[in-house]
């Protein structure tokens, strides 16, 4: 059983603590959380170039992109100043240590800056893919397509479209789904196999649209 440490179990400890020069070893949960404080912190500053990128296709469609620098706008010109004039607020009333409304709108703008970085990263990366006649017949980006599983007794529809699209579009889907994948380049009639982890599933292709 482990016990408190006392300045009799120390060779001379007690004439250290008397000179006030003693320090009492830490405990256990006090190391433990000094290891985690400092692990957050090297995590912190590791260089962003250094962290594992992900497969994604850097594509996305011209209304797909129009919709990002309205985001973009619209949180530079209204949502950033009027955050930013409530923290000056809340600062201005003193203590900020208890002040709710001071952290609350300083984290909003934290994440109200992150959001501005990454989508200037998008606007200025990303690369639009218009529709052109030579898309017609067959599955490419910006696809409308319509597939069935005969088996199953299922049908969808569903636009092929960059990730940074999806959020807000229940019937769109990435280009690098595995579903997207398996048609991209494929033509009405033709059947497909998607593999998934629930297993393979066989789709028919029963029509593809563009928006003109």
Not at 54 to 61: G, K, V, W, Y
Not at 164 to 173: A, F, R, S, T
Request: with cysteine; glycine share 6%; aromatic share 10%.
């Amino acid at each position: 059983m482990i016990g408190k440490a006392t300045c009799g179990d120390i060779p001379g400890a007690k004439t250290k603590a008397i000179q006030g020069t003693y320090k009492p070893i830490p405990s256990l949960y006090y190391l433990v959380k000094i290891f985690k404080v400092r692990s957050f912190i090297m995590r912190r500053k590791i260089p962003e170039s250094t962290l594992p990128k992900l497969n994604r296709s850097q594509f996305i469609t011209s209304e797909g992109l129009q919709k990002l620098k309205e985001e973009h706008d619209h949180l530079w010109r209204v949502e950033r100043p009027d955050v930013t004039a409530k923290v000056a607020w809340a600062a201005s009333l003193g203590d900020r240590s208890e002040n709710a409304d001071y952290h609350y709108n300083k984290k909003r703008l934290r994440e109200i800056d992150n959001r501005l970085r990454y989508l200037r990263k998008c606007i200025d990366d990303f690369k639009v893919i218009d529709y052109h006649p030579n898309q017609e017949g067959k599955v490419n980006f910006g696809a409308w397509v319509e597939i069935k599983n005969e088996k199953k007794g299922l049908q969808n529809r569903f636009r092929i479209v960059g990730y940074e699209e999806l959020i807000g579009n229940k019937d769109y889907i990435s280009m690098d789904s595995p579903m997207a994948k398996s048609l991209l380049g494929k033509t009405v009639g033709d059947e497909v196999i998607v593999k998934t982890k629930m297993g393979d599933f066989v789709w028919k292709i029963l029509k593809i649209e563009y928006q003109k």
